[in-house]
């Protein structure tokens, strides 16, 4: 579908019809067809539409998979337990993928370096919270604060 839309971009680009991009010469015609140019603009709308609409509803798919799966790790701690403690380490981990992938649906330049620096920027406080429930303490500033330095200096540059 990319190709298509890109065939009717250059076709626009060049002030061409998609006839006359595809065949690759001009095509001299007595009449002047603004239905042509109508076309070409209806579709390239409907494309993007339908694409916004497919990003949308993937993205929900997601956002509820994640919840659900959140969801269930809560519940079978609690019911298993009756405290929520381990279930916190899957729920940290599933808030962390969900934040770094929002930018690859809804941002359209760089989104994979936001991503990226939403993960490292958001292992911080999950790594806080795995340290706050183990029972051995102080290893995440010593660990992080040097992992996270480099990344940011990696990103800026």
Do not use: Q
Request: charged letters at 15%; proline letters at 3%.
């Amino acid at each position: 579908m990319s190709e298509f839309i890109y065939v009717l971009r250059k076709a626009k680009e060049l002030g061409v019809t998609v006839n006359e991009l595809i065949c690759g010469e001009k095509i001299i015609s007595e009449r002047i067809d603004l239905k042509d140019e109508e076309v070409v603009n209806n579709t390239i709308k409907y494309v993007e539409k339908v694409k916004k609409i497919n990003n949308s509803n993937v993205f929900l798919v997601i956002s509820l998979t994640f919840l659900f799966s959140a969801l269930g790790c809560l519940i079978c701690n609690f019911a298993i337990s009756g405290l929520l403690n381990w279930s916190l380490y899957p729920v940290g981990g599933l808030l962390i993928i969900w934040f770094t992938i929002i930018p690859i649906f809804f941002i359209k330049k760089h989104r994979v370096l936001i991503s990226m620096f939403i993960m490292t920027v958001g292992l911080v406080p999950y790594l806080f919270l795995i340290e706050y429930l183990c029972p051995y303490k102080g290893w995440v500033l010593s660990l992080t604060i040097p992992i996270v330095g480099v990344v940011l200096i990696a990103f800026s540059l």
